[in-house]
Nanobody, 117 residues
Framework: QVQLEESGPGLVKPSQTLSLTCTVS??????????WTWIRRPPGKGLEWMGH???????DYNPSLKSRASISSNTSKSQFTLHLTSVTHEDTATYYC?????????WGQGTQVTASS
């Protein structure tokens, strides 16, 4: 079964870059037909799709985050990573990684990130 786990800091200072890594088990990032995705949920708000990467390395981003977000993958480590620059308090959220496809949807447990001085 596909499993995903987020890792990274729980606290980041405003203006810094947030880096979160998703480690995938049970699927090959290089060959599987998943959209390897980052999604977040700010407190009291709904889910926000941030962007994804696919096996080829092609990425797509939420237009509202395109200038700040970057997703990369390391297939040898079975990981994909989110970098979010110029963090503000508004980036405080629970961040999830997921492998999404009509035939299978797998989510990580989520990791809480607080942007605060």
């Amino acid at each position: 079964q596909v499993q995903l786990e987020e890792s990274g800091p729980g606290l980041v200072k405003p203006s810094q870059t947030l880096s979160l890594t998703c480690t995938v088990s049970g699927a090959d990032i290089a060959t599987s037909n998943f959209f390897w995705t980052w999604i977040r949920r700010p407190p009291g708000k709904g889910l926000e799709w941030m962007g994804h990467i696919i096996y080829s390395g092609k990425t797509d981003y939420n237009p509202s985050l395109k200038s700040r977000a970057s997703i990369s993958s390391n297939t040898s480590k079975s990981q994909f990573t989110l970098h979010l620059t110029s963090v503000t308090h508004e980036d405080t959220a629970t961040y999830y990684c997921a492998g999404l496809d009509p035939s299978g949807r797998f989510w990580g447990q989520g990791t809480q990130v607080t942007a605060s001085s």
